[in-house]
């Protein structure tokens, strides 16, 4: 088993808990519960698999992918009750998804063949897409669009290190977990610390 394979196998377990998580805050049957999960579980590998024309999209080629986040979803509709802050744990379980996710993105970018901005774009979808589809349907404003936290970035930046560590020779397994550190350090330091890019603010225009 490959290392994307294993990559895509741990974000698809991290992000289907996050989405029963958001699940049973919108108090959902249990299957709604495995829809939203699936939903974020797959949804940023499958654009990637998409837009790179990969043979298969890798839950199709595999649908042990989807029966992992269905079985995180049952697990999770019995057991929720038991999380005293379910929001906290959200946020934080997704932070773990991105890292492992755009790794996992930019490492199947990187194995095509495809040149460096392609790569970059790559590992930020599939980090952040199924994220953004699991909000948008629950109807919850989307982490990644939330004001004054970095996401996006911690998504961009972890594949552009990992682009930066391959050109200079490091082999791709440490470059894939250089990016996964790189993404996850700098969206934990957002979530503990409240670490943000400078946001627009409007003003009067000129007479």
């Given at each position: 088993m490959s290392l994307v394979t294993l990559l895509d196998y741990a974000s698809v377990l991290v992000f289907a808990l996050t989405g029963a998580l958001v699940a049973s805050r919108s108090q959902l049957d249990i299957v709604g519960f495995a829809f939203i999960s699936c939903l974020t579980a797959v949804g940023g590998g499958t654009v990637r698999d998409l837009l790179l024309g990969r043979d298969e999209v890798f839950w199709i080629a595999d649908p042990n992918h989807?029966?992992?986040a269905t079985g995180a979803a049952v697990a999770v509709f019995f057991s929720a009750h038991l999380v005293e802050s379910r929001l906290r744990w959200v946020i934080w379980l997704d932070s773990f998804a991105l890292a492992i996710a755009v790794s996992a993105g930019t490492g199947a970018a990187v194995?095509?063949?495809?040149?460096a901005v392609i790569v970059v774009l790559m590992g930020m979808a599939t980090g952040s897409l199924g994220g953004l589809m699991r909000d948008v349907v629950v109807g919850e404003v989307p982490l990644v669009l939330k004001q004054g936290e970095l996401y996006i970035t911690?998504?961009?930046s972890?594949?552009?290190v990992a682009v930066a560590a391959l050109s200079f020779g490091l082999?791709?397994?440490?470059?894939l977990i250089l990016c996964a550190v790189v993404c996850w350090g700098l969206r934990a330091g957002s979530i503990a610390f409240g670490w943000?890019?400078?946001?627009?603010k409007s003003r009067p225009p000129r007479s």
């Open positions: 989807i029966l992992l194995a095509m063949g495809k040149p911690c998504a961009m972890g594949a552009m082999a791709s397994g440490l470059a943000h890019l400078p946001v627009y």
